[in-house]
C-alpha cells in the first residue's frame, strides 16, 4: 500500500514537470517576445518579494534579540566526576552539600560577561565570584597516549583565564571530554609543555599543576 502511494506521488511530480517543461517550450517558441517579457516581469517581482522577506526578516530578528532577557547576571554551575558532568544548575548553587555527598571532585562556575567594547564572552571559573585574569599563555599542549592535544583556554566564545583556575589532570581530562570530545582519562606519565607569552617554556607532568591569578601565574 505505502509503495502504490509513493508510486502515484512520483508519478504526478514527474507528469507535472514534464508538462510544465513542455509548456515553457511552447510558449517560447510561438510567442518569443511577449514570454520573454513576462519571465523577465516574473523574476524582477520574486527579486523584489525575496529583498522585502529578507529585510522583514532581519528586522524581527533585531526585534527579538532586543526584547531577549539580560543573562549578564546569570550562572550556570557544573559539577563534575572525573572529567563528566554529573548535573548542571543554573542561576542557583547546591547549597549545604560537600564533594563527597555529590560524588564529585570539582565544581566549574560560568557566568557570560561584557567587555568595555559591549563584547561579551563565557567566562569558566573554579569560584563562585568570577574574576577576569590579564594572564595569557602563547600555547598550552597536552601529550597523552602518544597523542598531541591543543588546550585553547580562551575563543572567541569562553575564556578559561579567570582568577585561581588551576590546570591539572582534573581540569584536563574535563577539558578533553567537554571541549574536545574525547572520552580520555590521563595516564600518570601524561606531559603538558607551556610557552607563555614571555617565551617562557615548561614542561610539566602530573605532579605539576598551573595556578592562573589576576595578572601572573604561577606553576605548583
Known amino acids: 500500500m505505502q509503495y502504490k502511494v509513493l508510486h502515484n506521488m512520483i508519478y504526478k511530480i514527474l507528469n507535472f514537470c514534464g508538462n510544465a517543461f513542455l509548456l515553457h517550450n511552447i510558449l517560447k517558441i510561438l510567442y518569443p517576445e511577449w514570454y520573454s517579457n513576462v519571465v523577465i516581469s516574473i523574476g524582477f517581482k520574486l527579486l523584489r518579494l525575496f529583498s522585502y522577506l529578507e529585510i522583514t526578516f532581519k528586522k524581527i530578528k533585531n526585534m527579538l534579540i532586543s526584547n531577549m532577557p539580560e543573562v549578564n547576571d546569570s550562572y550556570v554551575t557544573e559539577y563534575?566526576?572525573?572529567g563528566h558532568i554529573l548535573n548542571k544548575v543554573f542561576g542557583e548553587k547546591i547549597e549545604n552539600k560537600d564533594f563527597e555527598?555529590?560524588?564529585m571532585n570539582m565544581v566549574l562556575f560560568k557566568k557570560y560577561i561584557k567587555n568595555n567594547n559591549n563584547q561579551g564572552k563565557i567566562y569558566v571559573s573554579m569560584q563562585e565570584t568570577i574574576k577576569p585574569s590579564n594572564v595569557k599563555f602563547m600555547s598550552l599542549e597536552l601529550f597523552t597516549h602518544e597523542t598531541e592535544y591543543q588546550i585553547k583556554l580562551e575563543t572567541d566564545t569562553h575564556s578559561y583565564y579567570t582568577e585561581n583556575m588551576i590546570?591539572?589532570?582534573?581540569?584536563?581530562?574535563?577539558?578533553?571530554?567537554?571541549?574536545l570530545?574525547?572520552?580520555?582519562?590521563?595516564n600518570d606519565d601524561y606531559k603538558l609543555m607551556l610557552v607563555d607569552n614571555d617565551v617562557n617554556i615548561h614542561e610539566l607532568t602530573r605532579l605539576s599543576k598551573i595556578a592562573i591569578y589576576e595578572n601572573t601565574y604561577k606553576i605548583l
Request: glycine share 0%; net charge negative; proline share 0%.
Open 80 to 82: 563534575i566526576l572525573n
Open 181 to 186: 570530545d574525547k572520552n580520555i582519562h590521563l
Open 101 to 103: 555527598e555529590l560524588k
Open 167 to 179: 590546570i591539572d589532570k582534573l581540569f584536563l581530562e574535563y577539558y578533553l571530554i567537554n571541549e
